[in-house]
Nanobody
Framework: QVQLVESGGGLVQPGGSLRLSCAASVTIVSFYAMGWYRQAPGKQRELVAA???????NYADSVKGRFTISRDNAKNTVYLQMNSLKPEDTAVYYC??????????????WGQGTQVTVSS
């Protein structure tokens, strides 16, 4: 069974930084893509950042220039470096991984989430 475990969340002041980690129980090179989503109270879950096995990245407009997604294949871990944090970044952040096969639907896996709170 694939397990994704997030860590690194917490309370930080506006303008501060946090680094989230997502550790996978399997080699992450088996995933087509991995990413981070977030969900704030009363809001829809939204894509924050994603990275493919080939290294291509995608970011939400609201975090572009402030957040960076990266991976360490040897550690089977994906990271989200969050800088210049704003109160509106407050949310539960979820790790996601996608597998794809020829001619069958893709499969997505989710972590349990980690809380990020940006407040003075």
């Amino acid at each position: 069974q694939v397990q994704l475990v997030e860590s690194g969340g917490g309370l930080v002041q506006p303008g501060g930084s946090l680094r989230l980690s997502c550790a996978a129980s399997v080699t992450i090179v088996s995933f087509y893509a991995m990413g981070w989503y977030r969900q704030a109270p009363g809001k829809q879950r939204e894509l924050v950042a994603a990275i493919t096995s080939g290294g291509s990245t995608n970011y939400a407009d609201s975090v572009k220039g402030r957040f960076t997604i990266s991976r360490d294949n040897a550690k089977n871990t994906v990271y989200l470096q969050m800088n210049s944090l704003k109160p509106e970044d407050t949310a539960v952040y979820y790790c996601n991984a996608e597998r794809r096969w020829i001619a069958i639907p893709s499969v997505n896996y989710w972590g349990q989430g980690t809380q990020v709170t940006v407040s003075s």
